[in-house]
């Protein structure tokens, strides 16, 4: 069946640190790959897609994500977390022979002082 | 301003009252979808729509129904809530179903 997994349902970590999301996708082939952040209160932003080509992407507000073919997954990172990236973050695939969208269950990130 | 809007922002209503959520956007978008948002749960989607006339179910479409009548709306519409629909709702939309999705500020609905 096709899903969408984030394996983290809340991560903390201080600010300044690094940080990474992860994904894990199960589809026939390639799908089109996204995150999205959503603020507290807001509706959401979208941070950066895959579509093909280079698999290390930038988005938007410092953040990359990798696309790993062989183990399914579209990692998000960010080297430096600010106290601002307190947020929710989804994951989201549109399959290639499909033309819907699936979310992750998302990640909830808090940010220590 | 490219935009999608959503009206009401929020909503408070009672078991069995109709109501419809209107969603505009202005992008000429093909693609139109609904979700709702639940703690623990993610974004299901409800509805989609890839043209006018065109709709299709989701992961959860029980209690909902929607039209898409023009390219640029697509109301979600609840003909009897129940309390089990009380949520935070939101419309999106797409070029087509595999571009990104730009979505509305959401409707938080209550039902009592």
């Known amino acids: 069946a096709q899903s969408v997994t984030q394996p983290d349902i809340h991560i903390t970590v201080s600010e300044g640190a690094s940080l990474e999301l992860r994904c894990n996708y199960s589809?026939?082939?390639?799908?089109?790959l996204f995150w999205y952040v959503q603020s507290p209160g807001q509706g959401l932003q979208l941070l950066l897609k895959?579509?093909?080509?280079?698999?290390l992407v930038q988005g938007i507000k410092g953040f990359e994500a990798e696309f790993k073919r062989s183990q399914s997954s579209f990692n998000l990172r960010k080297p430096s977390v600010h106290w601002s990236d307190a947020a929710e973050y989804f994951c989201?695939?549109?399959?290639?022979?499909?033309?819907?969208?699936?979310f992750g269950a998302g990640t909830r990130l808090t940010v220590k002082p | 301003e490219a935009q999608v809007t959503q009206n009401p922002r929020y909503l408070i209503t009672v078991t069995g009252k109709k109501l419809t959520v209107t969603c505009s956007q202005n992008?000429?978008?093909?693609?139109m979808s609904w979700y709702r948002q639940d703690p623990g749960l993610g974004l299901r989607q409800i509805y989609y729509?890839?043209?006018?006339?065109?709709?299709d179910k989701g992961d959860v479409p029980e209690g909902y129904k929607v039209s898409r009548k023009e390219k640029r709306n697509f109301p979600l519409i609840l003909e009897s809530p129940s309390p089990n629909q009380t949520s935070l709702y939101f419309c999106?939309?797409?070029?087509?179903?595999?571009?990104?999705?730009?979505f509305g500020p959401g409707t938080r609905l209550t039902v009592t």
């Open positions: 895959y579509f093909s080509g280079d698999t």
């Open positions: 989201a695939v549109a399959p290639y022979n499909n033309n819907d969208m699936r």
């Open positions: 589809y026939g082939a390639t799908p089109y």
């Open positions: 729509s890839m043209n006018v006339e065109v709709t």
């Open positions: 992008m000429n978008h093909e693609y």
């Open positions: 999106a939309s797409s070029p087509t179903g595999r571009h990104e999705q730009y």
